[in-house]
C-alpha cells in the first residue's frame, strides 16, 4: 500500500495547487499508474479505457459499467485498494461527475468538457518512478529481450512479414505482455518507411523487429535487426553511425540535463556522421513510462531529466535503426533490454566505451 499511498497523496496536491473540487483520469496509462498496475483496457487501440477514477480531497471512486466490475474487483482487487466503486448498467449513460461534485472545477488527464487539462503534469507524475515501480519495469525489460531474442532466432528466408510479427506476438503474450506495437519490415521497406506495419511480403535477406511491450501498465521498446547473408558495406556503415548517434543520447541522458540540450547533441551527431537531415524524418525517442513515450524529445523540450526515469531513444539512418530501453540511476545509466550474446558494435565517446547492438548475422 505504500506506493498506492504515495501515488494518492500526488494526486491530492494536483488538487490543491489547482484548487479542484475533482480529478478524472481515465487514460489507461494513467489508470494502470493510479492502481499500482492493474489493466483497464479492453481494446487496446484506444488511449481512453471503460474504467475512470474520480479524486476528490475526501474519497476516490472507480466509475464503470457492469461489464468491467467484478473483473476490476475480483481480480484487481480495488476495492481492497481503496476505490468506491460507482457501477451503471452498460446500456445507460455514464455517471454524471456532478452528482459528487456539484459545479466546482475540476481537472483530467485528457481533454475533457468544463475540466482542466493536466495531460502534461500527470505525465510526469507517471514517469518519475517509485523503487517498486523501477523493479517491475526492469523486470519487463529482460521479458521483452528474451521475446525479441527468440524472434530473431525463429525467423527464415520466405516468411512474411504477418509470420514474424506473429512470433512476435506469441512469445510476447506468453509472458503476459502486450505488444502494442509490432513493426516488421524486410529488405527494400527498412529503408522506405519508418513505422512498417507487417505486410504479406516475404524476406529474402534483411529483416527489422521492433516491439513496444506493455505489461503492469508500463512499456518497453527495443529494435533488432537480422541479416543473412554477407552484410552489405553500406548497411555496416549506416549501422555505425547510428549506434555512435545512440551513443551521444543513452550517455548525455543524466540527471539535471534538459531533454532538449540531448536532443540537440543527437542533431550535431547526425551532422558530424554526414547524415544531417535524417533526425527530421523520424522522432528519436524521449522519456517512457506507462505510455511508449510520455514525452517525445525535440529542439525545444525543457523537461529535466531525474534519476528513476526511464527512456527509450530510437535513432535511424534510412535502412538501420537503434532502440533500446535504459534507466537512469543515480550514478549510472542501465539497459535493461540488452540481449545476452547478440554481436555488438564497440562506440568510445566521452572517455567511456560503449556497446549497441550489432546485426545478428546468419
Known amino acids: 500500500m505504500q506506493e498506492y499511498t504515495y501515488k494518492q497523496n500526488q494526486l491530492k ?6 484548487k479542484l473540487n475533482g480529478l478524472l483520469l481515465n487514460r489507461v496509462s494513467s489508470i494502470s499508474w493510479a492502481t499500482c498496475g492493474v489493466n483497464s483496457a479492453v481494446n487496446t487501440a484506444t488511449t481512453n479505457g471503460p474504467v475512470r477514477l474520480f479524486i476528490t480531497k475526501d474519497k476516490v471512486y472507480l466509475i464503470t459499467k457492469n461489464i468491467e466490475a467484478p473483473r476490476l474487483e475480483q481480480e484487481g482487487q480495488l476495492k481492497t485498494q481503496g476505490w468506491e466503486f460507482i457501477v451503471t448498467p452498460w446500456y445507460e449513460p455514464d455517471f454524471d461527475l456532478r452528482e459528487i ?5 475540476l481537472g483530467a488527464d485528457f481533454s475533457h468538457p468544463g475540466a482542466i487539462d493536466l495531460t502534461a503534469e500527470i505525465s510526469q507524475l507517471r514517469s518519475n518512478l517509485l523503487p517498486a515501480e523501477q523493479t517491475r519495469f526492469k523486470g519487463l525489460g529482460g521479458q521483452c529481450a528474451a521475446a525479441m531474442a527468440k524472434t530473431i532466432h525463429a525467423i527464415e528466408p520466405g516468411m512474411t512479414e504477418f509470420e514474424i510479427a506473429s512470433i512476435l506476438s506469441f512469445e510476447t503474450e506468453k509472458q503476459g505482455i502486450k505488444a502494442i506495437v509490432n513493426l ?23 529483416a527489422m523487429v521492433v516491439l513496444c511491450g506493455r505489461k503492469w501498465g508500463l512499456v518497453c521498446s527495443l529494435t533488432r535487426l537480422v541479416h543473412f547473408g554477407n552484410i552489405p558495406v553500406e548497411i555496416q556503415n549506416k549501422l555505425t553511425s547510428v549506434a555512435k548517434i545512440d551513443t551521444e543520447l543513452i550517455r548525455n541522458t543524466r540527471p539535471g540535463k534538459s531533454i532538449g540540450e540531448v536532443f540537440s547533441q543527437a542533431v550535431l551527431a547526425y551532422q558530424s556522421e554526414g547524415y544531417p537531415n535524417e533526425w527530421q524524418l523520424h522522432h528519436q525517442g524521449g522519456m517512457t513510462g506507462y505510455e511508449p513515450r510520455e514525452s517525445v524529445a525535440g529542439p525545444q523540450s525543457k523537461q529535466i531529466i531525474q534519476a528513476g526515469q526511464f527512456y527509450a531513444w530510437n535513432p535511424s539512418i534510412s535502412g538501420v535503426k537503434s532502440e533500446d530501453t535504459i534507466f537512469v540511476g543515480e550514478t549510472e545509466n542501465e539497459m535493461i533490454t540488452k540481449i545476452d550474446d547478440w554481436p ?18 546468419k
Open 13 to 18: 496536491a494536483l488538487l490543491e495547487r489547482y
Open 101 to 105: 461534485v456539484g459545479e466546482g472545477p
Open 184 to 206: 516488421v519490415a524486410t529488405d527494400e521497406r527498412i529503408f522506405k518507411y519508418r513505422h512498417p506495419l507487417p505486410t504479406e511480403k516475404q524476406l529474402q535477406k534483411y
Open 344 to 361: 555488438t558494435i564497440d562506440v568510445s565517446a566521452g572517455g567511456v566505451k560503449f556497446q549497441r547492438p550489432a546485426i545478428l548475422q
